[in-house]
């Protein structure tokens, strides 16, 4: 099975209070980095952006893709990937670009759950994680249909289609702490994370 990537960065940030892409982290720009660790699991490699989006510059085979319209959530981004990849894979998995700590071999996990489902999708307690999941190229339909009604939550699509929900006992011997689903929405998380790996990072590192 051919599995590409597909990685959501035209988000408003609202709560970070600046483009979530391009904040630097331990040497890195997040959004290159989130590109290059998951390129250590899938390829080809696409960034989906917001139609008038500066994204930082990327490695040459990475292709970015922009949504048709803003604001309208992941299901609009997984659209647009999917369809860029048409005929060029036959499974997709789906990021965000604010997670630094992406483990290669939790998507690999999630690959090899996938079996004859449509999406494999991680859920930790009641909360699904759609932005670290696997989309078969298939669901492309049922998303656009999704769109076109303005059901835009991705449960719906999971209601849709056959989707195996992936338990966090399934994946905490590839990724002990899931720090794939760790995602940095606030300033503070974002300082939070920085710490993690620059103990002693001067303040203009996250400020």
Known sequence: MNVA?????????????????????AGEI???RVVRLLGEAVSPIL????????VPPLPREVEIVRDEEKGRGPLQGLAAGLDKLA?????????????????P???RRLIELLGDHAICVPQVGE???????????EVADAVKRLLAENRLRPFFLFAEVRTRVVSAS?????????????NLNTPADYE???AEVQPNAPESAVG
């Open 5 to 25: 990537g597909i990685v959501l960065c035209g988000g408003q940030s609202k709560r970070m209070g600046r483009p979530k892409a391009w904040l630097p982290f």
């Open 30 to 32: 997040m959004l290159p």
């Open 47 to 54: 960034v989906v952006a917001a139609p008038d989006q500066d």
């Open 87 to 103: 005929g060029r894979a036959d499974a997709a998995y789906l990021s965000s670009c604010d997670v630094p700590f992406l483990h």
């Open 105 to 107: 071999a939790f998507v």
């Open 127 to 137: 909360h699904h994680h759609p932005l670290a999941a696997l989309y078969r190229l």
């Open 170 to 182: 399934e994946l905490v011997d590839v990724d002990p702490d899931l720090k794939t689903l760790q």
């Open 192 to 194: 939070a994370a920085v």
